[in-house]
């Protein structure tokens, strides 16, 4: 299974996807971590942009923005996150993404509950 984990330091999740930088990209086999790897997100976070920007540059839109966030996940299959919007969850979940968002704060905490089916799933946190 190939997860990428929204992080803005590579060993905690991060609490707004949308502001953060980075995913961790997992690959997981069984209950054992194969491999591992950080790769900018894309999207406002990446370069230090809140996504509600409100200045007068050009800026793209949440679809576009979502596409490239998407496209950064490279080829995951389920996607961890601590909170996110309706709209990026909505955009992952249509692309056949499973999204996580999750109370646990420790990367690899949230993968070895994820190998074993027991990382928590908290809608309620989607805003």
Known sequence: MKVA???????????HFGRAPYYLVVEIDGKNVVSRRLVPKGGCGSHGQHAH?????????SDERHRTMIQQADG????????????????????????????????????????????????????
């Open 76 to 127: 995951c299959e389920v996607l961890v996150s601590g909170g996110m919007g309706a709209g990026a969850y909505q955009s992952m979940v249509l692309s056949g993404i499973k999204v996580f968002i999750t109370r646990v704060e420790g990367i690899d905490e949230a993968i070895s509950l994820l190998a074993e089916g027991r990382l928590d799933n908290n809608l309620e946190l989607l805003h």
């Open 5 to 15: 984990i929204v992080t803005e330091d590579g060993k905690t999740i991060s609490r």
């Open 53 to 61: 920007h409100s200045g007068g540059e050009p800026h793209m839109g």
